[in-house]
């Protein structure tokens, strides 16, 4: 049997605090300061993703009026932040027909695509680019990793629905139409991947000639990769050429690497390379959590999104808060599956729960745009130069209705957008809002994402 | 195809429709005696002959007008292509809903000129020839890059390291459908692990080379005397090991370089031949089961070469490399041949390597594989324990390989007097006193209500809630896994009777709660199979304990009779009857284990080949190495069709 992913969580990571006294690369993508103007932090794109939709009268805001004076209970842990808060109902997800039987396999996928898998073609993997990933095509150059993809439990749910490949289920982040991003789970893992070198000891030049090495390394073996792909059928190319792209990405982001660590030296050597500001706050410090408490397990998972938006690593993440189906709560005091709460026919104590998990949901996600908030960069905050959104991919599980999937978006993106609101009747589908945000974001877009026709002028500054 | 063929029989009144097409869908399967002997050119023309005579004028007549070419296609149906193609897999679905549809008089829609009773009914006894119309194919094959569990014991047998080493790799979806790309962090996870690999099998400077130092690179050389021809030589035995088929001299050429590389940057002769092995661990001949040699046609169906097929096999049932045993007879080039194929998959099957197997194939199957981490309520249930877990598990496992390794008939996983206990997991059978001490032994049953997986507590315990058992999900599981059924999920609106209004049916047994099911047409389709069943495994408790009361205290009434009126009192009486089933049994397990071996559904002309298989396996008594072996020498397992990726197909999708 596989051993349980929380062993490595007990960890304890040490050390921390010195590793990460380091400039951050706003040489690298930063408004150019050469000039003499003030620097512009960039904007970053988070997503964070709960399954099977709310109980829709304790979600939505009874009236526009009185959304920030008096939230209901499922916004009562945003209730500091509400006024950086974007809310709008009205936003139809994707019609899944010829797919009816598949709403759970769809949900996921389809909530940053904004696209269904192709029918003819489902066993495979074959949908679009989801919005995350475009965004880091654009992005993702300035940064150490051009997409940080997180989540709570392991992508292998294994259920068929529609005889849709089972990956449909777990997975939001597509690369390419048929190349999922898996997620990490493990906190440590994502620890390592954004700030160190993982299992290289020794000092600093050392480690830059070993990814001077692995850079050339990997250069040789894209060659024979290459030559291996002529010989191929076409089918096969495809595949191969999955392999290729990501060990083109791969020595990038090594390039990055070893430009932060020059960057490194060069602040130690007293010539000072970073031009961020000098009242930003410090990176913040990471803690794994000893036990396996869902709540702080998440919570160490927000932390490292938030840390590694704070220090630039990346611009774009994803984290996948729960999964469709499998998950249960032991934490809020019961054992059922959300998944079964969820087709709770209206009793109460099923409905209870339901309400109680989204909360808890919520909370989660509170707890990482609030420390976005208390977090001082350039001339206000994080969270100012960002764009979270929190959402899911149904909007009532008892009925898998899609008509007004719940969103809620925190941060103003540098000012792109006029939060503190609720918009009770924006009229679109979430490829709107999706394109919207991008658009938001500063991405450069050459077509619409999914299903969308148009952006929500609406919710823009 | 017995049960869901005499569901057909009672289901007249106007119904959920979802529940009926699907239970109908089983159809074509009656159809499967027909082949035996029988002709198949001869069948073949003769669906074809069918096809242009009486389904072309039908779907003409009834159905083109609004699904056709044509944007938007009502519900996404377009006949146009399938009519050209009907073979074609892609339409598969469309023709079951179709004749589904058109079987429940739900098409064509009211107001729409109607088929007569007989036209309806040739149009849904069609499906069962559809499989006749498929070209002899072996399915689309693409390269495939090993799995997390195949990666990190190809490791283990190449080095010697354990295969956690790969446990840091995202987790993954197995077999049928397997989730087969690669992004940048399996890639960065890969380099690291190349680099770990590294660290364990060199011993430091100045210390004596590991045994695994001197298995992969030879003695140890005089620092000056390491040539580019030792390399070359070294990384041709190096290759051919990790990439499971000789490299070509151009592969050479490319590890060759990464050897320069290290010479280039000041590294010693052995530290430049780990920079070369580690180039070796990210290639992707590594990553990737590749052909040995460049295919002629661009397009075509050709067989796998000796070593595709080594590593196809091996990586079956094994989860890893070919040993060097089956790369011998792939270097000669024989192992296409019947009887060394046959002896070959006897052997493997016997090695405990074999267990790989159960762990992804057969966990899977028997839905045990989710024991470890399924959420049981603690105040009910304290004894769900790690140890209980892991013991129900092994019982599983044993059980399974006893199967196999036996050569048993698979008949036996239903009606098998035998299973595997240690102390804790003899408790849930009442045997604590017998069996003593924490390892697992075969214990011979005296029960009949026990043995074989329907009454054993891991499977029993995979289908329960958290704090009670599920009739539904029992039934669900014996209909699916065991005799091969698709049953469709309940519809959203429909209330989960599992989850009643506790208010209305207090004064109800659960058993006369979910017999409300059968009054509700919507939902009686379904349950008038699903329920039975279930509540004939009612006396087994969540945890697979024996009991004779419920958690009410209401006494278990396992009795019940299956919609074509055979009558079971109890677990053991039931077992019998799905026992007797054996043609579905096993055919059930062939087309799991080929859809798994193949990694992709079934579909077109594979239920041919599935018809084929089973004449051989129920000739020789449905033994589980019959089955297997005639899984292994099947046409689409030997066989691959490459293909020219269809660009217009990818044109329509970004437009």
Known sequence: ?461 | MALSNRIRGVSKAPVFLGLFLILCLAGPRGARAETGGADYAELKADAEAFFSDRVTPFIQTYCISCHQNRRPTQAGVNFSPALKDPSHAAFHDQWKRGVAKVKAHDMPPQGAPQPSDADREMFSDWIAKLKYLSEKDPGRFVIRRLTKTEYGNTLRDLFGVEPSIADGLPDEVSGEGYLNSLSPLQLEHYLTIADQVLDRIVAPEDAAPTEVQKRLFGEPAAPESGSREAARDIARSLAKKAYRRPPTEAELDVLVEAFELGRQNDLGYEPSLHLMLKGILVSPQFLFITPAGEVESSTGIVPLDGYQLASRLSYLLWATMPDDELMALADSGTLHEPEILEAQVKRLLMDRRSRALFDGFGAQWLGVGRLENQVFDPAVFPQMTPEMREAMYDEARLFFESIVRENRSVINFVDGDYTYLNETLASIYGLEETVAGPEMRRVQLSDGNRGGVLGMPGVLAATSFPNRTSAVKRGVWVLEQVLGDHVPSAPPNVPALEEQDQGTVANLSLRERTELHRTNAVCANCHQLLDPIGFGLENFDAIGRWRDRDGNGEEIDAAGELPGGERFSGPEDLKAIIAGRSDDLARNLVEKLLAYALGRRLEGYDEIVVDELMQVIAGDGYRMQTLVNAVVSSYPFTHRRIEEERSSNEKERSD
Not at chain 1, 197 to 225: F, M, Q, Y
Not at chain 1, 237 to 266: C, F, P
Not at chain 1, 290 to 318: H, I, P, W
Not at chain 1, 436 to 451: H, N, S
Request: aromatic fraction near 6%; charged fraction near 25%; include cysteine.
């Open chain 1, 1 to 461: 049997m596989r051993k349980s992913a929380l062993i490595d969580r007990r960890a304890c990571l040490k050390g921390l605090g010195v590793s990460l006294a380091l400039p951050l690369m706003d040489s690298m993508g930063w408004a150019d300061t050469a000039k003499g103007q003030a620097y512009k932090p960039p904007v970053r794109l988070g997503f964070m993703y709960m399954p099977h939709g709310v109980i829709m009268d304790q979600f939505w805001p009874a009236d526009a009026e009185n959304f920030l004076s008096s939230p209901l209970p499922a916004f009562e842990s945003l209730r500091p932040v509400l006024d950086q808060c974007l809310v709008m109902k009205g936003i139809s997800g994707v019609p899944i027909a010829p797919f009816n039987g598949a709403p759970h396999a769809l949900e996921l996928s389809t909530w940053l695509t904004a696209t269904l898998p192709a029918a003819d073609k489902r066993s495979e993997i074959h949908i679009s680019i989801s919005a995350d990933q475009i965004a880091a095509n654009h992005v993702g150059a300035f940064t150490a990793l051009p997409s940080l993809e997180l989540a709570t439990m392991p992508q292998n749910w294994k259920e068929n629905q529609e005889g849709l490949n089972e990956g449909y289920y777990s997975h939001c982040s597509y690369r390419s139409p048929t190349q999922v991003v898996p997620a990490e789970i493990n906190p440590r893992n994502v620890f390592n991947r954004l700030f160190r070198e993982p299992e290289r000891n020794g000092d600093g030049r050392e480690a830059t000639r070993a990814n001077a090495l692995d850079r050339s390394l990997l250069d040789i073996v894209l060659g024979g990769a290459r030559d291996l792909r002529r010989t191929l059928p076409s089918s096969d190319q495809r595949k191969l050429d999955e392999y290729l792209d990501s060990v083109r990405s791969v020595e990038r982001r090594i390039a990055a690497i070893e430009y932060r660590q020059k960057e490194a030296a060069l602040e130690k050597a007293g010539v000072r390379a970073s031009k961020r500001h000098a009242s930003d706050s410090p990176p913040i410090e990471i803690k794994i959590p000893e036990g396996d408490k869902r709540s702080e397990y998440m919570q160490v998972m927000c932390d490292l999104n938030v840390l590694a938006f704070q220090t630039d690593t990346t611009r774009v993440s994803t984290y996948i808060g729960s999964r469709p189906n499998g998950a249960s709560y032991p934490e809020l005091g019961f054992s059922d599956q959300h998944h079964s709460q969820t087709h709770h026919q209206n009793r109460p104590g099923m409905v209870a729960k339901v309400a109680k998990i989204t909360e808890f949901n919520i909370a989660q996600f509170a707890y990482m745009v609030k420390k976005m908030h208390g977090l001082r960069e350039a001339d206000g905050t994080l969270l100012d130069n960002c764009i979270m959104m929190w959402g899911s991919g149904l909007e009532d599980g008892n009925e898998h209705t899609r008509e007004n999937l719940p969103f809620v978006v925190a941060g103003s993106g540098g000012g792109a957008i006029k939060t503190g609101r609720y918009l009770p009747d924006t009229k679109g589908n979430q490829g709107d809002l999706l394109t919207t945000l991008l658009a938001c974001a500063g991405i450069p877009l050459d077509r619409p994402v999914g299903i969308a026709t148009k952006q929500f002028e609406e919710i823009k500054a």
